[in-house]
């Protein structure tokens, strides 16, 4: 049995989601999106190891390096569109992308 | 001081730089919580007994992923946006935050590595990279090949995004 009780890391995994979402609705800057998706999968981790550790099983430490390689291609693709985004608009700002509006 | 102690200081660390994160206004300043935040993290991990996850988030998060995110600042030219928004500081105030954080870390860190008791406790409840390892490579073997997979599609679609349009590139406006 872990020192640690399970309820306070799930706490701590919920916390750190609930502050990353918040960062994903409230913030403009798209940069400060994908930092705060970043925040919201390292939760997930959280969680996971969290799990894997109570029970003494090594598969949530797969599945936090599942997600590890989830974020390295989801930050590649994400910055990528951001420098497209930058390079035509000039700006970082969510809310300049409004052209399917009716 | 004991596991859980430290433990819920890694984990008011962690909050603390995430909601430094979420509310900051200057990209680099962000960035640097951001770093120590996931830092945090892995000293939670290391806690809970998975030391090959801390090590996986020290060096892939903090190393490979935020040094990512610096480069695309880098090219964003943000001086738009930051002038407009933020006020500018030049003193030393603006990395006092991150450090005093790190130093927490890196406190508890040196105390666990004093302290053989601590060690022998943590070594209790261990799972350890072999039995990772084993489990990756049998069971897990095709979410490895599919993880594979994405980081190529990742590759790709980053090279496509990124790549300047010019009259030499096709595919045109996209």
Redesign the interface.
Known sequence: ????PLN??LM?AC??FA??F??VI??K?T??I???L??ML?AV??AF??A??VW???????M???I??????????G??????M??RY???DIDKLSELRG | MTIELMFYLAGTVAVLASLKVVTGKNTIHALLYLVVSLLAVAVCFYLMGAPFAAGLEVIVYAGAILVLFVFAVMLFNLNHDEVLFTRQSQGLGFWAGPVALAMCLLAMLVSIIQNADIQDKLTVNLVDAKQVGILLYGPYLLAVEIASFLLLAGLIAGYHYARPEGPGSHGGRS
């Open positions: 049995m872990t020192a640690i306070h890391v701590l916390i750190l502050i990353g918040i960062g409230s913030r800057n940069l400060f994908l930092m705060s970043e925040i390292n981790g959280v190891i969290g894997g550790s003494q099983q090594a598969d949530g430490q797969i936090f390096i599942l590890l390689s989830l974020a390295a291609a989801e930050v590649a693709i910055l990528a569109l951001l420098l497209r930058q390079r000039q700006s970082l």
